[in-house]
């Protein structure tokens, strides 16, 4: 058990809908960050948080966002949904500066 | 894009026989870290080579780090079945703003 909890594990919903996925950290942990991995693919690097504020910014559609609140819970939002959106979301947290990342089992999203 | 290049995409091995993987990166890095993904699951952290380090060791695991090349290796000895995952590579790419990105991975089989 990594300490991350991601919640749902699994989501299936229609085009054009919108989800939230949501992401609680390791106790103590400051960083977030979110990734998107499609099937048989690496992960690609969407968007991290520190302590409330973003940080960084990699790949993210402008039809996704994210935040993380004061008690560094975090979520990442999807809207008008595309097939193409069907995808392993993963968050990951560490206390920051470049330690080791401990990763959430993942949220299994479908678009039907 | 990615930040890391994993070499093979793909490997099958031998049980007991060594596994080598190889990464290579772009730009400057602090760290370098190797992951482990059982099919579908979260990431586990492997082990962590920092940018002064050129070789580290942990059990059956072992990483080098050339950064006058960019880029590192995971060798893994006397593999057993349970090994079989995908690696992955991770660089926290750009000072500041810590994202950890990954490449697109190995993905590894050992035959029993």
């Known amino acids: 058990d990594s300490g991350v909890t991601q919640t749902p594990k699994h989501l299936i919903t229609a085009t054009g809908q919108r989800v939230t996925l949501r992401c609680s950290p390791r106790?103590?942990?400051?960083?977030v960050y979110w990734y998107q991995q499609s099937l048989d693919q690496g992960l690609q690097f969407l968007i991290q948080?520190?302590?409330?504020?973003?940080?960084a910014k990699g790949n993210i559609l402008e039809r996704f966002s994210a935040q993380q609140f004061p008690d560094l819970h975090s979520e990442l939002n999807l809207s008008s949904l595309e097939l193409g959106d069907s995808a392993l979301y993963f968050c990951?947290?560490?206390?920051?500066?470049?330690?080791?990342?401990?990763f959430g089992q993942g949220t299994r999203l479908t678009v039907v | 894009s990615q930040q890391g290049e994993e070499d093979p995409q793909a490997l099958s091995i031998q049980e007991g026989e060594n596994a080598t993987m190889n990464c290579s990166y772009k730009?400057?890095?602090?760290?370098l870290q190797w992951y482990r993904q059982n099919s579908g699951r979260g990431l586990v952290h492997l082990i962590l080579?920092?940018?002064?380090?050129r070789e580290k060791h942990s059990g059956r695991l072992r990483v080098t780090l050339d950064t006058s090349k960019k880029s590192s290796s995971l060798l893994i000895t006397a593999s057993r079945a349970a090994d079989t995952a995908s690696y992955f590579c991770?660089?926290?790419?750009?000072?500041?703003?810590?994202?950890?990105?990954f490449g697109q991975g190995t993905r590894l089989t050992i035959n029993p």
């Open positions: 990951a947290s560490t206390p920051g500066g470049g330690a080791e990342a401990f």
């Open positions: 106790s103590g942990d400051l960083s």
């Open positions: 948080y520190y302590n409330g504020e973003e940080r």
């Open positions: 730009t400057s890095i602090n760290n």
């Open positions: 080579i920092r940018s002064n380090e």
């Open positions: 991770a660089t926290d790419a750009d000072q500041g703003a810590q994202k950890l990105v």
